[in-house]
């Protein structure tokens, strides 16, 4: 069995027709939150700060369309106040898994040139060390930024990044288009 044939092998899961269409593509986009990784960043922070029914409260109001997505994911982090050790520590004992099947789907799609970007609604702190394990640089992720101040305290978020808005991930995917030429 061929190296190729053994990574698609691999790949059992993912549709062979919607494999061929990835494997033909300059440039490949995914989600992150139940898609790179099989749970939901802000999801598994609120549990390891303890308060994960307040923010799910919170997140079902939202989905509801009774505020906006910046105002959901601002008032979601001033509950569960995340702090620089608290990413951390999450990180180090916590960490989010992958889901089965994409790293050796980055690997393919890399192998072969193909561009690899994670946009997500979540946040860089806790992608980047997970987009490291599948070759993607940081300058790849297009996702919510955490401010901290000088003791590491929260102190906000980077209102500026798109994903922090609704549509946010379709203006990214519009602006990478238009910056990459793609």
Request: aromatic content about 6%.
């Amino acid at each position: 069995m061929a190296p190729h044939d053994k990574v698609v092998q691999n790949l059992k899961s993912i549709p062979e027709k919607v494999l061929r269409i990835l494997l033909n593509c300059d440039c490949v986009c995914f989600d992150v939150d139940s898609t790179m990784l099989t749970c939901e960043g802000i999801d598994e922070m609120a549990r390891f700060a303890r308060k994960y029914d307040e923010v799910k409260a919170l997140t079902v109001k939202a989905m509801n369309g009774n505020m906006s997505f910046r105002q959901c994911l601002a008032e979601r982090l001033n509950i569960i106040q995340p702090t620089v050790k608290m990413v951390s520590e999450m990180i180090q004992t916590k960490p989010p898994q992958l889901t089965a099947g994409f790293k050796p789907l980055v690997d393919l799609l890399t192998k072969r040139g193909t561009q690899v970007y994670l946009v997500s609604g979540g946040f860089d702190q806790l992608i980047e060390p997970e987009a490291a394990k599948c070759g993607i640089p940081s300058n790849h992720i297009i996702a919510n930024h955490i401010l901290f101040d000088e003791q590491g305290n929260y102190s906000g978020f980077d209102e500026s990044r798109l994903t922090s808005e609704n549509g946010g991930k379709a203006r990214a995917l519009q602006l990478l288009k238009t910056e990459a030429r793609l």
